[in-house]
């Protein structure tokens, strides 16, 4: 599977509404692995200097990250292939 990275943009959010916003991912990422489609939920990281948030999700098309995304209610500008480097 590949990494994507959705791009968000989140003015005016507070810690309960980042919280919320990463536990609607978490939810409906598990819903639609249940339902046989592959895509999980991976990290998110928040510039709270920018209001811009950045999550990775880990899945078979970026269009199912899409699908996740706008069935979680959640905001994006964009969702691109990306690269995990963590060690």
Do not use: W
């Not at 990290?43 to 069935?71: D, I, Y």
């Not at 969702?79 to 963590?86: C, H, K, N, T, Y």
């Amino acid at each position: 599977m590949t990494i994507y990275m959705v791009d968000r943009d989140l003015p005016g959010i507070d810690l309960d509404g980042l919280s919320g916003a990463q536990k609607a991912a978490i939810e409906t990422a598990r819903r639609f692995r249940e339902a046989g489609k592959e895509v999980r939920y991976i990290r998110s990281t928040f510039v709270p200097g920018e209001a811009h948030c950045m999550c990775l999700f880990e899945a078979s098309t970026p269009e199912v990250v899409r699908e996740v995304n706008e069935e979680a209610g959640l905001p994006f500008t964009r969702i691109v292939e990306a690269m995990d480097l963590a060690p």
